[in-house]
């Protein structure tokens, strides 16, 4: 069982920055395919940002020029680093991981874009 953990969401005004982190157990974790999701009231969970294990990494329209996903093998840990936001970027972000058949999912963290 693979354990994903969120962090960093928070309070911030328009164009402001922050950065995600996630989190998982195990000793696999360069294997895993990772992806930043979010959901926002009333709407379906959306794909922000996602990277393979070999790095390639893939962004929604909303996002590009804004989002940048990375990854550390050594912590076990993906980021997003957010910036420019935006009031429609609030929402709750997760965290997942996914190997083949295998897809775990963190609790979610909360952003709020708000002046």
């Known amino acids: 069982q693979v354990q994903v953990v969120e962090s960093g969401g928070g309070l911030v005004q328009p164009g402001g920055s922050l950065r995600l982190s996630c989190a998982a157990s195990?000793?696999?974790?360069?294997?895993?395919?990772m992806g930043w999701y979010r959901q926002a009231p009333g709407k379906q969970r959306e794909l922000v940002a996602a990277?393979?294990?070999?790095?390639?990494?893939n962004y929604a329209d909303s996002v590009k020029g804004r989002f940048t996903i990375s990854r550390d093998n050594a912590k076990n840990t993906v980021y997003v680093q957010m910036n420019s936001l935006k009031p429609e970027d609030t929402a709750v972000y997760y965290c997942?991981?996914?190997?083949?058949?295998?897809?775990?999912w963190g609790q979610g963290t909360q952003v709020t874009v708000s002046s």
């Open positions: 195990g000793t696999f974790f360069s294997h895993y395919d």
């Open positions: 990277i393979t294990s070999g790095g390639s990494t």
């Open positions: 997942n991981a996914n190997l083949g058949l295998r897809s775990y």
